[in-house]
C-alpha cells in the first residue's frame, strides 16, 4: 500500500511551471529517490508536499488521507518529518535545545527522554556537544543535528532533502549510513539528493527529474546501469 501517493501534483512560481504534472508513490518500508540537476523541481515538491509551497493542481495522500493542503505542523502531527536543504537548525540555541525543540509533538517526557538517547546512540558527537551552540558546529555535524531533530518526532515518514550537500566524503558516508540505519527501524523516506550514485545505491525505487517533469522511473540498480543516466548524473 502506498503511504504517499502524488497525483498530478502541479506547482507555479509566479508565470512559472516549475512542477509539471507529477505523480509518484511512496510504499510503506521504501527509500523512495528523485534525483535531477538543479533547478529540476526535486526541492519544490518537497516543499509542497510540507506546505511549504501551495499546491497549485493535483493530489496528495498520505495513509489514505488527502493532505493535499494541510499546514506544516499538521503533518508533523500526523508522522511526517521534512530535513530541509540548508539544515536550517536553529544557530543561537544549543544542541539540545534543538533537538528537544523537534520532539514538540511528544508529550511523554520518557518518550522525549527515549528518543534523545536514540539520536544520541545515532550521532555521538551530538551528545558530547549537547550544550555547545548549534552554529559553532561543523557542516557534517549540523547535518547530523538536522537529521536527529526530524527523528525526534518518531516519523513515519521522513523527507530529506540534499542530505549530503557541502559534506566532505567521510561525512557523507554517515549520513547515508544513518539513512539506512533509520529505514532499517521502519521509518519510510522520501530522499531527494543530487549525488545519484549513492542515492541509487540505497534506494529501493527512484524518478529522474528534468525541468519539473519525471523523464525516468525504475530499478535504481537498473538506473545505475543506464548510459543516459550515467552520462548525465553519474559523471560516468
Known sequence: MALLDVKKMNVYYGMIHAVKDISFTVDEGDIVTLIGANGAGKTTILQTLTGIVPLKTGKVKYDGKDISHHLNHKLVYSGIAHVPEG???????????????????????????????????????????????????????????????ALMSKPKLLFLDEPSMGLSPIYVNTIFDIIQEVHKEGVSILLVEQNAKKALSIASKAYVLETGKIVKEGNPKELLNDPVIKSSYLGE
Open 87 to 149: 539544515r536550517r537548525i536553529f544557530a543561537k540555541l544549543s544542541v539540545l535545545q534543538n533537538l528537544k525543540l523537534g520532539a514538540f509533538t511528544r508529550n511523554s517526557k520518557d518518550e522525549i527522554d527515549e528518543s534523545l538517547e536514540n539520536v544520541y546512540k545515532k550521532f555521538p558527537i551530538l551528545k558530547e556537544r549537547s550544550k555547545q551552540l548549534a552554529g559553532t558546529l561543523s557542516g557534517g555535524e549540523q547535518q547530523m543535528l538536522a537529521v536527529g531533530r
